[in-house]
């Protein structure tokens, strides 16, 4: 058996992780050993890493996460009885990836797991820069690919290194469609395997009247006023600075109309500098539900994405999205459920909120097809076909099941290969 794994990090007092589903069934007399990595300590990729060991400690596999002190990964890895080892690495490449590396390569060798599983650019740059042949069976996961985020010479290296590091992969996760094509389109090749980020639909449902009054009530929120509300890292690649952008463009519209970004991050003091009447400004919530429930319209003005989960939470919640036409946004907000509006152009974004302000009959009926197509995206789809996933780069039987995936609109007419192929082929 593998070598007992290092002493966890401690984490003081964490709050209750939320349960995201039945008890799934124990996979086999061995159970599997998985090492989860990941940089972001917190924002999306943190609440998919605590619903992924959630489901997976039920299987009864052998699960921890490496990651840096701090956020609310480590609070969510304790509350599911899932340990965590302090990974203290920073956001991008530099003089310190290689320590990092080492780090990552010493936490590998005393866990002994059976799979790693390295989640977002940064723990796929250490996880795989020291890989050795034949080494520990490896998941990469990007949650968007590392050169959307670069510019001029970076952008060429991450797609290079990229392509490079693909050979030294298992498997090649993606969250959704759009991040699969982007992959393919940057001449990334390898094991593909398409398994779409997914909501709790048992915790996420639709919101009637009742509940945006309940929601607004505690948020201290008028009851009547239109609110449109965006919730996620107050970042560049979020966007939110073209929102602020765009909101004297709905005021004119709808005067009375109120925007809520919900967020942390460095770009708070600028927002806040350049908003205009009616914006407030909230901290970081690790349950959104309140938020979504009290809008009348989502904003997600990304410039870049993998699938946000933000959208399908907004989904479920039977809200209408307005957002960016990028890959990732594109695959979710389909004709019916909202609209989508080009990067970086507030005065698209600032239309699209108003029209839906203005008319809330849009609004419901967006609304109420919305919450249908959610239905698409459930979280217990995502977590089966990963830990089938898991199990097969872990050489157990128990493939991917095909029937679980929904390819939305991959056809050979775009170049891409045929669902068997993404799913269990390299290329």
């Known amino acids: 058996m593998t070598a007992s794994p290092p002493r966890p990090a401690a984490v003081d007092g964490p709050p209750r992780m939320h349960d995201i589903g039945g008890e799934a069934a124990p996979d086999g007399p061995t159970p599997l050993r998985v090492l989860h990595v990941s940089q972001p300590n917190a924002g999306g990729v943190a609440v998919y890493i605590g619903q992924v060991v959630s489901d997976q400690r039920k299987r009864r596999w052998e699960v921890a996460v490496a990651c840096p002190a701090g956020g609310d990964l480590p609070a969510r890895c304790a509350a599911a009885g899932v340990p965590w080892f302090n990974w203290p690495a920073g956001r991008g490449p530099g003089p310190r990836t290689l320590p990092e590396s080492l780090g990552l390569r010493r936490l590998v060798k005393g866990f002994g797991p059976d799979v790693v599983h390295l989640h977002s650019s940064k723990a796929g ?234 008319f809330p009959g849009i609004a419901v009926k967006e609304g109420r097809e919305a919450a249908a197509a959610s239905a698409a995206y459930d979280i217990s789809r995502t977590v089966a076909l990963l830990a089938a996933v898991t199990r097969d780069v872990a050489g157990l039987p128990g493939a991917p099941d095909e029937t679980l995936v929904d390819l939305l609109d991959l056809d050979l007419a775009s170049g891409m290969p045929d669902a068997e192929r993404v799913l269990n082929r390299t290329y």
């Open 125 to 358: 740059l250490a996880g795989r820069l020291l890989r050795r042949p034949h080494g520990t069976p490896t998941i990469f996961q990007p949650h968007g690919w590392s050169w959307l985020a670069a510019t001029g010479r970076q952008d060429a290296l991450s797609r290079r290194w990229e392509r490079l590091a693909a050979r030294w992969s298992d498997a090649l996760v993606c969250v959704g469609a759009g991040e699969l094509r982007e992959g393919m389109r940057a001449g990334v090749r390898g094991p593909y395997r398409l398994v779409r980020n997914g909501v709790d639909r048992r915790r996420f449902g639709p919101a009637d009247t009742i509940a945006r009054l309940g929601a607004r009530t505690r948020l201290g929120l008028p009851a009547g006023a239109p609110l449109a509300v965006c919730v996620g890292r107050l970042t560049r690649q979020k966007g939110q600075d073209v929102l602020v952008a765009a909101w004297p463009g709905v005021l004119a519209r709808c005067p009375s109309a109120r925007l809520a970004i919900v967020g942390d991050g460095e770009g708070l003091d600028v927002l806040r500098r350049r908003a205009a009447a009616g914006v407030r400004f909230a901290s970081a919530v690790r349950d959104p539900r309140d938020w979504l429930a009290a809008s009348d319209v989502v904003v997600l003005p990304s410039r870049w994405e993998g699938l946000p989960l933000t959208a399908l939470e907004a989904l479920a919640t039977g809200r209408p999205l307005v957002g960016t036409d990028i890959p990732g946004i594109a695959e979710v907000v389909r004709p019916g459920v909202g609209a989508l509006v080009p990067v970086d152009d507030p005065a698209a974004l600032a239309d699209e909120i108003a029209r839906r302000l203005l």
